[in-house]
DNA sequence: CCCCAAATAAGATAGAATCCTATTTACGAA
DNA sequence: TTCGTAAATAGGATTCTATCTTATTTGGGG
């Protein structure tokens, strides 16, 4: 909630806009659903939004809230913060190692990178506290989806 | 299931002794469960893992798969694939850039890193497929916690 | 102002993960 | 080897997130 006033504007003035071009109707709920994560800086979630918005429309249904969130994701108007996750997947390599992760069929594979091995924490992520991991998700198309092959 | 036998061997006999040094029973159901997961290299679910495990166990609950691959996790002998994600968490924030994660209170910061954002996908990467999008998750402990403030 | 496809509210439903409790078991000590 | 006990298990109940269903409302083009 400490975001720039010109930020959260100047998101809202996009928002619209994308909203006429996509054909989405600009409802009551989609605009105050939009307003709450883009006035935010949280990640939240849909029970966060849903406490925010009930201030303003406070019959709105937690459906609504979904409903909206996957729609505008759908459209890449909003994203979803973290991984691919509709179930927990579990890794017996405790090595280091990165993920390719096949946004078709779910597939994830390992892989290392020498270039990647050497790098540090970034400065930008010491900021907020002290890491102790560092994980590279690649999002892609893997070869069997590519070809057509059944999931 | 393509796994060399001896990284499979090897990794079931370390985890024979880390159980004896961490004091974790070896009971057949938490043998069975790690072998199963130590013979993959598909990131399994708990519902794979259980499918698996009921050739040798038949009547091993799915409760008992989930408390191991907890319990193993927690002493850091096996690991959660893809990234903590409880539930679903939003992002306004469409730009490129990545995420430290506090794993003691689950906050979720925005950084960008100039080093970061010239990287190409690795080829290590691109020999599973077609990568689309990349993304950093640098898990560590918030300055807030450090602290010893309140989640 | 009309019309209607799209969107909503509220409750039902599905599914993943955890909890509860009686029973069994691993394993240290005698 | 046997014994005692805390840990672990099986199976059903429960919780909780997310989606679906359906009757009703509404945004926005014409
Ligand atoms: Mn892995
Ligand atoms: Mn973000
Ligand atoms: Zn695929
Ligand atoms: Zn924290």
Known sequence: MTLPRETVEARLAAFREACVQKRLRLTHQRMEV???????????????????????????????????LKLLAEHGLVSVAGMSADRLRFDANMGPHHHFVCVKCGRIRDFTSRE????????????????????????????????????
């Open 116 to 151: 990647l091995e050497h790098i540090a924490f970034p400065a930008e992520a010491r900021a907020f506290g002290a890491p102790c991991s560092m994980h590279l998700e690649v999002k892609g198309v893997c070869s069997a989806c590519q070809k057509g092959r059944k999931p």
């Open 34 to 68: 939009f307003r709450a994560l883009a006035s935010s800086e949280e990640h939240p979630d849909v029970e966060s939004i849903h406490r925010v918005v009930r201030k303003r429309i406070p019959t709105i249904s937690p459906d609504t809230i979904y409903r909206n």
